[in-house]
């Protein structure tokens, strides 16, 4: 069942669900496995995560997703998570989408082995963090894009192409839908007014996950925190 947290400081929740989540998976089973996501959201929490005491070097960190970009380019989610966070606390583990591999689609096939050789079969995460974009997509899973429909049981992860109306209007590696709806937690950060009608239309409005990818979180067998503040939780 979806739980919504309508709070002041969207990233104050986040940063303690990753902490009851990190901590009780290295507690529970010696080692956690997180997902990160980029995007505006990810900023704040890094920031909060950074005083945190956490068993790091019993997480492994994977991500929703990435840009095929150099890791060392502004538009990388690696950078991002590397300079904001990674650099800093040295998890156990930090698994890269290599954006900047020739063939994506080999990439794609080599990250979803990376999950299986780390994870077991088949993977689940103890936390996957996602933001929410503009036409209903959660990590690079664009609606009307193959893939964002489908499950993806087997392939786990898929290179995609650029997105025609979201920017930036570069091609991306992500995880399919199957390690969202089965991971033990999930945590989605939404701010802001101009969010209000699509975090409406992904919790509550007619399904199809096609035109609206995040409502894949309804089917989600695990926890599911959506965390927004005032205007974003408006058309609740």
């Known amino acids: 069942m979806t739980e919504v947290a309508v709070v002041p400081d969207v990233a104050d929740v986040a940063a303690e669900l990753f902490v009851e989540s ?16 980029g995007g505006s959201s990810a900023p704040p929490l890094f920031a909060r995560l950074l005083g945190a005491k956490l068993p790091w070097a019993q997480a492994d960190i994977f991500f929703t997703d990435e840009r095929a970009v150099a890791p060392d380019q502004p538009l990388s989610n690696y950078r991002l998570a590397h300079e904001g966070l990674l650099r800093h606390v040295a998890p156990r583990g930090v698994h890269r989408m290599r954006g900047e591999a020739p063939d994506l689609h080999a990439e794609a096939r080599r990250y979803a082995d990376d999950l299986r050789s780390t994870l077991g079969t088949p993977p689940r995460l103890d936390l996957i963090l996602l933001g929410l974009g503009p036409d209903g997509h959660i990590c ?3 609606a009307g894009l193959p893939g964002s429909a489908e499950r993806g049981d087997d392939e786990l992860v898929r290179h995609v192409a650029a997105p025609l109306k979201v920017e930036p209007k570069v091609a991306r590696i992500t995880l399919l839908p199957f390690l969202v709806v089965t991971a033990r937690l999930v945590v989605l950060q939404v701010t802001g007014t ?11 409005g007619p399904e199809d996950v096609a035109a609206c990818p995040a409502q894949w979180l309804r089917k989600a067998s695990g926890r599911v925190v959506v965390a927004c503040d005032g205007p974003a939780a408006s058309r609740l």
């Open 22 to 37: 990190v901590a009780g998976a290295a507690a529970a089973r010696g080692k956690a496995a997180v997902a990160l996501t």
């Open 140 to 142: 690079s899973l664009f």
């Open 194 to 204: 101009e969010k209000a009608d699509v975090v409406a239309r992904a919790l509550k």
